[in-house]
């Protein structure tokens, strides 16, 4: 490996790599919010209580396939092959000339929604079920429960999984060079084809994902460790069976008053 030409490259060509990496960054945050936006919308619409009979029922049946074939179907193709049907297809099919960079953002939002909407259904089974059977008791809607009981549960409990699908779409991106997205690693294709130093030139960009994974993933841990709030809480039992508990309420508001 030669130092000289890593330095050599890196300055004449940090320009392009910036805004490769920009762009690589922007795909990926756009699109995992989007996809994540699906995976809730997804589950919110799978855990619906199926009705015994009638038109409800068949409406919820259909969508329920529906909203499987999808998860399925995007869980079980490369993305790669996803970005070239979806870019090319829509423009033989259909004439749509589409933008790369708005492709490659919907591209990695479908693909991202599909694998969320496991990753929240899975949360949302983790759920006690409880909780539901209290919220229906105080005459909460299904939708009301979902959204202020249960997903601000399951949100905390993705988070890790949310964040490690965040990595993985930074990573992914480097394929979108297909449709000629100029991300990453299609910037250091370029690069790479005007110096023929392939080596050197891809040690560069190998070094910058890197960054920007590692870099994320403590974003992401400490935004963890602060939705799990203080280590140092106390928990007081209000159990009036429990004379130790009673007892030790007694001693902090006596020493209060």
Not at 1 to 14: L, T, Y
Not at 115 to 143: C, W
Request: net charge neutral; charged share 15%.
């Amino acid at each position: 490996m030669n130092i000289e030409w890593i330095i050599k490259i890196i300055q004449d060509n940090w320009p392009m790599f910036l805004n490769g990496a920009w762009v690589t960054l922007y795909i990926s945050i756009i699109g995992t919010i989007i996809g994540t936006g699906i995976g809730l919308l997804i589950g919110l619409v799978k855990t619906i209580p199926m009705p015994e009979k009638g038109s409800k029922r068949i409406t919820l049946k259909i969508a329920n396939a529906i909203l499987t074939a999808y998860t399925e179907f995007f869980r079980g193709t490369p993305m790669i092959v996803q970005a070239m049907v979806i870019y090319y297809g829509s423009a033989l099919a259909f004439g749509i000339d589409m933008d790369r960079t708005f492709a490659a953002i919907f591209i990695v939002s479908i693909n991202t929604g599909a694998y969320m909407s496991e990753i929240v259904r899975g949360g949302i089974i983790s759920i006690d079920k409880g909780q539901f059977e209290a919220a229906q008791a105080i005459g909460m809607t299904h939708t009301q429960t979902m959204m202020n009981v249960v997903f601000p549960q399951v949100i905390r409990n993705i988070l890790p999984a949310t964040g490690n699908e965040f990595v993985i779409n930074i990573k992914d991106t480097s394929v979108l060079n297909v449709i000629s997205v100029s991300e990453l690693y299609f910037a250091t294709k370029t690069v790479a084809g005007a110096n023929f130093r392939y080596f050197e030139t891809f040690f560069v960009t190998l070094i910058l994902y890197f960054i920007m994974t590692t870099v994320l993933t403590q974003i992401l841990r400490y935004i963890e460790r602060r939705m799990d709030g203080p280590d140092n809480y106390e928990i007081i039992h209000s159990d009036p069976l429990n004379s130790n508990s009673m007892a030790s309420v007694y001693e902090k508001t006596k020493g209060k008053g």
